[in-house]
């Protein structure tokens, strides 16, 4: 399926943050809810933005909320990172950031069992019932953080560059199969990036945060990344609100031809 075909305003566009969610076709059909999740902020010279994708089955039932904590604890930790960055703290950030976002991630999870208890079994694990991924991104300075726990992508660009993956895909992740922050190894499951100057994408000029509805709505992974770089392309001369506003019903159509699945894109533009 080709990238939606969008009308160009020729303009300068400044920097812009933002993202748009549709629930799946199969979602809609079983009456389920939209289980992913977005989140973005820009703040002085940082940008951030993370989207999470809820597990889908039964064993999962408050995944949504699962999601939701997910994109609130990374940019939460994604900020304090941004700050030790600046301090010059760089090594503490990889050294710390897995570990406080499962840990911050689980807290969550516990703080609203409390409120909303749930009946347990033995052996019953009640982080599974929030199951979910997350990929964030924070942009700033010269420096740039990514971090991903489970399915989905994240791609970069650098200005003259070709966007393309910034976490490979991995190969022993298969059909419907995902790493979680629910598992029991899941810090060892986070993968991070940091790039600072020179770096090219210290400073990128497009990023997208996708959940594997989009990319699994595609048979060949090259179409999934000429998707991509169309997004990058049509973000030279669109402002992003107006071209959010454009593709949620084409993610709607994608994901109905395609995976079936909740599909949750965020991006970042910050070309010139």
């Keep these: 399926m080709s990238a939606p075909a969008l009308n160009p305003v020729p303009a300068a566009m400044p920097v812009a943050v933002g ?26 010279d940082w940008t951030y933005l993370a989207v999470a994708d809820g597990h889908g089955s039964s064993r999962h039932y ?36 897995a570990d406080d976002l499962v840990g911050s991630w689980r807290e969550r999870v516990e703080a609203d069992i409390r409120l909303w208890p749930i009946p347990e079994a033995p052996g019953f694990d009640s982080h599974a019932v929030y199951g979910s991924t997350c990929i964030a991104a924070a942009i700033g300075p010269g420096c740039s953080l990514f971090l991903q726990i489970g399915d989905g992508d ?51 000029d497009f990023v997208m945060a996708s959940t594997d509805g989009l990319s699994k709505s595609y048979t060949r992974d090259e179409d999934f990344l000429l998707v991509a770089r169309h997004f990058r392309s049509s ?28 599909v ?3 991006l970042f533009s910050g070309m010139a």
């Design 235 to 262: 973000l030279r001369s669109l402002p992003l609100s107006r071209f959010l506003r454009d593709l949620e019903p084409w993610l709607a159509e994608c994901s109905g031809r395609g995976s079936r699945d909740d």
């Design 62 to 97: 408050r995944s949504d909320r699962g999601s939701a904590f997910a994109v609130a604890t990374a940019l939460l930790l994604l900020r304090r990172a941004a700050r030790a960055i600046e301090a010059g703290g760089h090594g503490s950030v990889l050294a710390t950031v």
């Design 154 to 204: 994240v791609l970069a660009s650098a200005p003259g560059g070709e966007v393309d993956r910034v976490v490979p895909l991995d190969p022993h992740l298969v059909g419907a199969g995902t790493y979680s922050l629910c598992q029991p190894d899941a810090v060892a499951r986070v993968h991070l990036r940091l790039f600072t100057a020179p770096h090219p994408l210290s400073a990128p």
């Design 264 to 266: 949750t894109v965020a």
């Design 19 to 44: 993202g748009v969610s549709v629930r799946g076709t199969s979602h809609i059909l079983a009456n389920m809810p939209n289980q992913d999740a977005h989140a973005h902020e820009r703040d002085g």
